[in-house]
């Protein structure tokens, strides 16, 4: 269909590669808990406009640049390294000003900044461009007539089954954030979680190489 093949299998190793937990699952399942299903599900979005941006580039050539040019890897690895690190800075200041069994008085993320965020940090990390570039054609069939449109294809699939997880995620822990008591206190260790994986993780994508 559409030019590919192995579609089934495709589909199959896509879901497996969504479910595996990583920082996007911890980014959802921290917002859903701290500002509920919406912040979660918004986060997913954000994540999920950041992966079709990828598809997108990669089908018409552009994730290419990255695989072969240094400089413009660099720069799109600092980019992203840098906004990583901005996030990461603020969800570990984001504790509010909350006393003993009090709610943080600071006001919660708009869904704006929580789409915007999960939207950069996916965009900017240039080792998912080669993701797609790697993963992506081995399930194209070389006779296609139009491969960039098998690529489309595909990668619209892929990023339509991660965004069905990631709303899953996003319900399941506000769900299970329902029954706590505790929300305020579990949000700051969510929060601070989550800033010192996107602290990590900017400073692992600072080292990383082409390949």
Excluded: E
């Amino acid at each position: 269909m559409f030019g590919t093949h192995d579609l089934l299998l495709f589909i199959l190793s896509g879901l497996l590669l969504n479910i595996t937990p990583g920082p996007d699952s911890l980014y959802i399942v921290g917002r859903s808990i701290a500002q509920g299903w919406r912040a979660g599900a918004t986060a997913a979005f954000g994540i999920g406009a950041g992966t079709l941006v990828h598809v997108l580039t990669a089908a018409f050539g552009l994730s290419a640049i990255l695989a072969t040019s240094a400089a413009a890897f660099t720069v799109v690895k600092l980019l992203g390294a840098a906004y990583l690190l901005y996030v990461g800075l603020s969800l570990l200041r984001s504790r509010g000003n909350a006393q003993a069994g009090q709610a943080p008085s600071a006001p919660p993320t708009s869904l704006r900044q929580i789409f915007s965020q999960g939207f950069l940090t996916n965009v900017l990390n240039p080792k998912v461009a080669l993701f797609f570039l790697a993963f992506v054609p081995q399930f194209i069939d070389p006779a296609a007539p139009h491969k960039a449109l098998a690529f489309v294809f595909l990668g619209v699939i892929f990023d339509f089954n991660g965004m069905l997880w990631c709303n899953f995620l996003a319900w399941s822990a506000a769900a299970a954030n329902a029954g706590l008591k505790n929300n305020a206190k579990l949000a700051r260790i969510l929060n601070r979680a989550t800033g010192c994986l996107f602290v990590g993780l900017s400073i692992k994508l600072v080292f990383s190489k082409q390949n």
